[in-house]
């Protein structure tokens, strides 16, 4: 069975420009979640999924980052007018129900120059 | 403000030897833990966990220790083996189900022949 798929694997853009990127949950996961891993620090929470609906947003650091799951499976992170403070690793996690282990993927490598 | 705390950025430890890794808390709602595993260029991946119900928690040879006076957990692998070889993270959340997890920094474990 596939485990959780983000594309891409390292994206580099430059500054002020819009990114997004994918995320494809372990199938029959109803639960997602977006993370960010700045160098040297452990995972930050940004957002959870359950089915379509946001079931909390509260880490998104501000406006210009915007996640949807419009049909509860992939779900596509959107960050806008990016800055150089970006840039980090973005992981997106699944689980089977809101109490079950996150299953991470690799992750997408963002690279804001 | 690092509610959960790993302060040995690294560890390195004989092969067959105890591994000890710890982590310390400051928010008194935490009632849920989890260690994480990462290889590099993939995502973390569940190893154990433990409810503030309970002081242990032991899977195999891993087995994870819950001080909630002290607010410290340790995680003891033993005995090591070269394939331990990897970045370990603590997490905690307010409650079990609750996914908004906040991770430690995180510790290299090196594991030596």
């Known amino acids: 069975g596939a485990g959780v798929s983000q594309t891409p694997s390292n994206k580099v853009t430059e500054k002020g420009k819009y990114v997004e990127l994918r995320c494809d949950p372990i199938?029959?996961?109803?639960?997602l979640y977006w993370y960010r891993q700045s160098l040297g620090q452990g995972p930050e929470f940004l957002i959870y999924?359950?089915?379509?609906?946001?079931?909390?947003d509260s880490g998104l650091p501000n406006d210009r980052f915007f996640a949807v799951r419009p049909e509860g499976s992939v779900s596509t992170l959107k960050i806008q007018r990016t800055e150089r403070g970006d840039s980090a690793v973005y992981l997106c996690?699944?689980?089977?129900?809101?109490?079950?282990?996150?299953?991470f993927g690799n992750g997408t490598r963002l690279t804001v120059t | 403000d690092q509610q959960v705390k790993q302060n040995s950025p690294s560890l390195s430890v004989q092969e067959g030897r105890i591994s000890i890794l710890n982590c310390d808390y400051t928010n008194s709602m935490f009632d849920y833990f989890l260690w994480y595993k990462k290889y590099p260029a993939e995502g973390p991946t569940f190893l154990i966990s433990?409810?503030?119900?309970?002081d242990k928690n032991e899977d195999g040879r891993f087995t994870v220790f819950l001080n909630k006076s002290a607010k410290h957990l340790s995680l003891h692998i033993v005995p090591s083996q070269p394939g331990d070889s990897a970045v370990y993270f603590c997490?905690?959340?307010?409650?079990?189900?609750?996914?908004?997890?906040?991770f430690g920094q995180g510790t290299r474990l090196t594991i030596n022949p």
């Open positions: 996690a699944s689980s089977l129900l809101p109490d079950s282990p996150l299953h």
């Open positions: 997490a905690a959340s307010e409650l079990q189900g609750a996914q908004k997890l906040v």
């Open positions: 999924f359950q089915g379509t609906g946001a079931a909390d």
């Open positions: 199938s029959g996961h109803t639960a």
């Open positions: 433990i409810s503030s119900i309970k």
